[in-house]
């Protein structure tokens, strides 16, 4: 993954997801990491803190997204959501 040179770094926090949500690596690619959820934000609030950490592990699935560049249009597509794709520029 390009975005960080520390391996360590993006395992720490999979981990961590893993503890909290129930994440599960699916796929890892040079710039790309998705993950199956079990226990996503099921409201809005929660996704909110969620999408703060997405941002700081991955600011291109905000700046980068379809539709508009926000924090909160990010978290409403977080909350049940099943799946969290990474992708960096």
Do not use: K
């Not at 360590?8 to 949500?21: H, M, N, Y």
């Not at 790309?32 to 999408?51: D, Q």
């Not at 291109?60 to 560049?69: C, L, T, Y």
């Amino acid at each position: 993954m390009n975005h960080v040179d520390d391996t360590a770094l993006i395992s720490a926090v999979v981990r961590d997801w893993e503890d909290r949500f129930g994440v599960r690596v699916v796929a890892v690619g040079f710039a790309t990491l998705y993950l199956s959820v079990a226990n996503p934000p099921t409201t809005l609030e929660e996704a909110l803190r969620v999408a703060a950490e997405h941002f700081a592990f991955c600011p291109d699935n905000v700046w980068q997204r379809d539709g508009a560049p926000t924090l909160r249009a990010y978290a409403e597509q977080l909350v049940d959501s099943d799946v969290w794709a990474f992708w960096w520029d």
